[in-house]
């Protein structure tokens, strides 16, 4: 939102492509001056999706479909990162080689985590395949011109940034009020139960794991 709003032009969210927020020279219709804000910050989020895959692969059941996640996780995270290093005014073929497999390996990776985790946390299951069929319906609607570019763009690319965000948070949430919240009576407040452990530490254990009620004051 900052890089686009110091455009001199109009910048247009339906219309215009994510891309050209990052393009380094002016052209016409793309000139963004703030385009080393938009290309540090693929980079960074690049990296910050390669600590989350690291964090993950603790609680994920060991298997193959394991080895996919993490593995389409990584190809995400490079993807993200190359969109910073190698911007559309690069060249067509070179920026583009950076943005597939990215593009491709989100819906790909939703989906996994989806069936992966049906049976031990259907809520974040749900969850993730609410996004991927967000990410999918955007990616045809951008491919078949039903959208303006800049709409289906944003909605096949989005949703994975938004899983994470959310997700993270729900942890975190979870995390806090087992250990920093956990002297404070929030009973007042119907936050949704959550508890965070490794996924291997018990058969039914997944990313997160609904609370069991207890009248007992030493497990509250």
């Known amino acids: 939102m900052f890089t686009a709003a110091a455009w001199h032009t109009p910048y247009s969210f339906a219309q215009n492509s994510i891309s050209s927020l990052g393009v380094t020279t002016c052209e016409v219709g793309a000139c963004s001056p703030m385009h080393d ?22 609680h994920i059941r060991s298997g193959r ?19 910073g290093l190698f911007p559309a ?18 819906h790909v990776v939703l989906a996994l985590i989806a069936w992966h985790l049906w049976s031990t946390n259907r809520v974040v299951a749900l969850w993730s395949a609410l996004c991927a069929t967000v990410g999918v319906v955007g990616a045809v609607l951008m491919l078949a011109q ?3 570019f800049g709409l289906g ?43 965070f452990r490794p996924a291997d530490t018990k058969p ?17």
């Not at 804000?37 to 603790?58: E, I, K, P, Q, Y």
């Not at 920093?180 to 936050?191: A, I």
Request: cysteine-free; charged content about 15%.
């Open 146 to 148: 039903t959208l303006h």
């Open 89 to 106: 005014n690069d060249g067509t073929i070179v920026h583009w080689a950076a943005v597939l497999p990215g593009f491709v390996a989100r």
């Open 153 to 195: 763009e944003r909605l096949a690319l989005y949703p994975m940034p938004a899983w994470m965000a959310v997700t993270g948070a729900a942890v975190l949430l979870a995390l806090a009020r087992r250990t920093v919240l956990r002297r404070f009576d929030f009973g007042w407040v119907r936050f949704p139960g959550f508890r």
């Open 37 to 58: 804000v938009m290309n540090s910050t693929f980079v960074a989020l690049g990296g910050l999706t390669l600590v989350g895959a690291f964090f993950l692969h603790r």
């Open 204 to 220: 039914d254990a997944g990313l997160v794991t609904p609370l069991v009620p207890s009248s007992d004051p030493a497990r509250l």
């Open 65 to 83: 479909s394991k080895r996919w996640i993490l593995a389409l996780a990584v190809v995400i995270a490079v993807s993200t990162a190359a969109t």
